[in-house]
């Protein structure tokens, strides 16, 4: 069956810190790749998307590449902000079926 | 355009009762999801509608769980009896199409006692 791995948190950065948060998948077919953002008190939001391999997903300067050879789609920033703490999901949903599977979330802590 | 509306937010009850949610997705959206997440886990998909019909509901409950969308549009999702691991926060979300992206609303956060 479909499955995604995150990287488990949580992480903490100074602001300006580069990050990367690591996400592989397993899956039959030929997924697209998201990456959602929760922030504290709200709702799940949609943060980039990849749908095919080696699409690059980029949003308020997160970028995630789907990369089919490596089966993977790590998420990028090059300078963080304290704004950007939040819960970040990794998730795949297989074309045409519809199946979404979501990774289990990496907590992500800003520090000035 | 409108968001995801769920309600409701908080809801508490003890085991062995009944509870049901209702979901309102975007307008014209055909496809609602139900998840189930709980603290420190990833969303969990329950069932997947595409419009009125059931597309995948392989990881619902049966026994207890329950839900329908009888003319397309709002969802409600119930659970009885309620067990204590059922305390979660169930999530409802919509999509234009089975393989675009989702839109999710609030939650519903149930705990149980």
């Known amino acids: 069956g479909n499955s995604v791995t995150q990287m488990e948190g949580p992480v903490t950065l100074s602001e300006e810190a580069f990050l990367t948060i690591n996400c592989t998948y397993t899956?039959?077919?030929?997924?697209?790749l998201f990456w959602y953002v929760q922030y504290p008190g709200e709702g799940l939001q949609l943060l980039l998307k990849?749908?095919?391999?080696?699409d690059k997903g980029s949003n308020k300067g997160f970028e995630a590449t789907y990369r089919k050879e490596t089966t993977s789609f790590h998420l990028e920033k090059g300078s963080v902000q304290v704004s950007d703490s939040a819960v970040y999901f990794c998730?795949?949903?297989?074309?045409?079926?519809?199946?979404?599977?979501f990774g289990d979330g990496t907590t992500l802590t800003v520090k000035p | 355009e409108a968001g995801v509306a769920q309600s409701p937010r908080y809801k508490i009850i003890e085991k062995r009762q009944s509870v049901a949610f209702w979901c309102n997705p975007i307008?014209?959206?055909?496809?609602l999801y139900w998840y189930q997440q709980i603290l420190g886990q990833g969303p969990k998909l329950l069932i997947q509608f595409q419009n009125n019909g059931v597309v995948d509901d392989s990881q619902l409950p049966k026994d207890r769980f329950s839900a329908e969308r009888l003319k397309g549009v709002d969802s409600t999702l119930k659970i009885q009896p309620a067990k204590l691991e059922d305390s979660a926060v169930y999530l409802c979300a919509s999509s234009s199409y089975l393989a675009y992206e989702q839109y999710f609303g609030p939650g519903t956060r149930l705990t149980v006692t």
């Open positions: 899956a039959t077919g030929y997924p697209s």
């Open positions: 990849a749908t095919k391999a080696d």
């Open positions: 998730a795949l949903l297989r074309t045409g079926a519809g199946k979404s599977t």
């Open positions: 307008s014209g959206h055909a496809t």
